[in-house]
């Protein structure tokens, strides 16, 4: 059962945003897909200053950046770090401006500096395009070249919801495989989706759930990895649960709701992550969908989420720096 203000939620995304099955152009998709979220977002919270930068990719494109910072907790400096966040939206959908007021509130909330990434976007660029943009940046961050003043990069932590829980997950797998030096310190991974498949039994028990349907998630996955009818394998970093191992991971949280296909890929995760002594948490939103981040103002049952994972970030923040 939804919790009653998800299903207002619910009912008021569908009506703007009625379908990722609708018979448009993935650029089309875009556009209504930033209306929607547009509608959706309220005025950037009091003392959140914004600024926009740049990276060059070791493939010679620039990647679009967005710094969150707190005016009003920088100057309490009880907590320092920054977070590199993930946006989802399939691979497919998504933008700088599609999830800020999810940014600025993780900005607003913690204290902690918050960049969002404006990776490339499928069909258009295919995997392991979008894992290759987000890897580019995470590894400026810890080698502090990012285009912005002041960063506190002592402690590093990734965040990303659905498409972008992949790639963070994934660029933590890659990092650790590398065995870099220095990595990073803490993964949010909110509703994620972390294979190519969702996992039993919430694939089949909320294969037709609001939001998100398991034929969206094979949508998506087409368009980005490709149906597979070519024989082209996938590129083996970019799942993350297809890992062969899963320990020496930096301590990681993992927030599903429960009316989701993907329910399961978080609970599959975090299980091998601790079969394999490393630290990885669970929570599930009783009543809620995917994509409901956005309802952060409206549902108890986000505010929860939102703040549990405020709450995970401020903690690594002050492990690391304390």
Known sequence: MLEPEIAAFVEKASAIYPSHSTPLTPPEQRALYDRYALSLTPPLPAGIEVEDGELQSRAGHAIRLRLYRSRAVRRDAAVRGTVLFFHGGGFVLGSLDSHQHI???????????????????APEHRAPAAHDDCLDVTRAALERRLPFASLELDSLQLVGDSAGATLAASVALRLRDERAEQRVHGLVLVYPMLGTEPQPPARDTEAHAPMLTAADVRRFRDLYWGDGSDGTPYPAWTIPLNATRFDALAPTL????????????????????????????????????????RALDSSPGVQRMHDTACAFLRERAEARTG
């Open 103 to 121: 940014t600025a509130r993780i900005a607003a909330d913690t204290g902690l500096d918050v960049i969002a990434v404006d990776y490339r976007l």
């Open 254 to 293: 993992a927030l599903a709701a429960e009316h989701d296909p993907l329910r399961d890929d978080a609970r599959v995760y975090v299980e091998r992550m601790r079969a394999a002594a490393g630290d990885a948490r669970l929570w599930i939103g009783t009543g809620l969908v995917h994509g409901c981040w």
